[in-house]
């Protein structure tokens, strides 16, 4: 985020943000609090991962136009392939929300509830694999409104269909954002 912050302001505040993860969440059990789990933790100490509310306040306070973060990651707890991660102790726990500021946008995967699932025929995850496959189509000239309504559509779609559970992704905004971000684009 440091050089985020250098470009910034460098280029004084014109510039749009994209922040992509995809990978696990977890919840701190006592908490609430979600995090990011890196590739080399297990997620039993919380200190180790990268906390949602960090990330946010971070990107939040960045000098720019547009923040918009994707995040193909769940934070009960579970894994895409059943189960729970090893730190989780069988029941999924529900993350308390984190407060949007600044011009931010989050699309995520799933509720809080949910997992997050695999699209084992496209190698990605359902999530990802929507979001690519209009970006592709629409050359990235898409509202963010479009591009929500259809990633929810398709999503939930082909969860119930191929991995029969369901999936809804979901996306926030920051208040500064919150009467324009539909007719937002990335580009």
């Not at 943000?17 to 919380?46: N, R």
């Not at 707890?77 to 999924?92: D, E, I, N, P």
């Not at 592709?136 to 591009?147: A, N, P």
Request: hydrophobic residues 35%; positive net charge.
């Amino acid at each position: 985020v440091k050089h985020l912050k250098q470009a910034s302001s460098a280029f004084k505040g014109d510039m749009n943000v994209v922040f992509y993860y995809a990978g696990h969440g977890i919840p701190d059990e006592e908490t609430k609090t979600a995090y990011l789990l890196p590739t080399d933790a297990d997620g039993t100490i919380p200190e180790v991962c990268y906390s949602l509310d960090q990330l946010y306040s971070e990107l939040g306070s960045l000098y720019a136009k547009q923040i918009v973060v994707f995040l193909d990651a769940c934070f009960s707890g579970s894994k895409r392939s059943g189960g729970m991660l090893q730190s989780a102790r069988g029941v999924a726990i529900k993350s308390k929300p984190s407060k949007l500021q600044g011009n931010m946008v989050v699309f995520s995967a799933a509720t809080d509830e949910q997992t997050a699932l695999d699209y084992n025929d496209k190698e990605h995850g359902l999530f990802t694999y929507y979001l690519l496959n209009k970006l592709k189509r629409e050359r990235g000239e898409v509202t963010l409104g479009k591009l929500a309504e259809y990633i929810k559509d398709e999503v939930s779609k082909t969860a119930i269909s191929i991995n029969k559970k369901a999936q809804t992704p979901t996306i926030d905004f920051s208040p500064g954002i919150s009467a324009r971000w539909s007719e937002l684009k990335l580009k």
